[in-house]
Nanobody, 131 residues
Framework: QVQLVESGGGSVETGASLRLSCQAS???????????LGWFRQGAGNEREGIAV???????YYGDFVKGRFAISKDNAKDIVYLQMDSLKPEDTATYIC??????????????????????WGQGTQVTVSS
């Protein structure tokens, strides 16, 4: 079973930057290279929304609200997915959750934003942005 562990959250002021990390791990001999990994977030009282995903060949896909402030990347050698967040706003306050999109093909077709019932999830890391 793939496990996802997030880190890098915290409390910052408006305009600051944060980089979140998601360490993916799998049983010995199991490759993560075919997975599409990404980030969602969920603020208090809000539905979970998709931020970005990156698929096995490095193609990236973003949620409509991102508008250039966030960037997803990955280190294949370390099985880590990053989310660089710049110009943070109070409305970015949320729990940020790493995910493995299932099936991975959902990333390319855009289905990753809405069809999440089979995804694997981390526990999340809290980001709080104060004004």
């Amino acid at each position: 079973q793939v496990q996802l562990v997030e880190s890098g959250g915290g409390s910052v002021e408006t305009g600051a930057s944060l980089r979140l990390s998601c360490q993916a791990s799998a049983p010995s001999g199991y490759s993560l290279r075919s997975y599409c990994l990404g980030w969602f977030r969920q603020g208090a009282g809000n539905e979970r929304e998709g931020i970005a995903v990156i698929d096995s060949d490095g193609s990236t896909y973003y949620g409509d609200f991102v508008k250039g402030r966030f960037a997803i990347s990955k280190d294949n050698a370390k099985d880590i997915v990053y989310l660089q967040m710049d110009s943070l706003k109070p409305e970015d306050t949320a729990t940020y959750i790493c995910t493995a999109v299932m099936p991975p093909q959902y990333c390319e077709g855009g289905w990753w934003r809405t069809f999440t019932g089979s995804n694997l999830w981390g526990q999340g890391t809290q980001v709080t942005v104060s004004s």
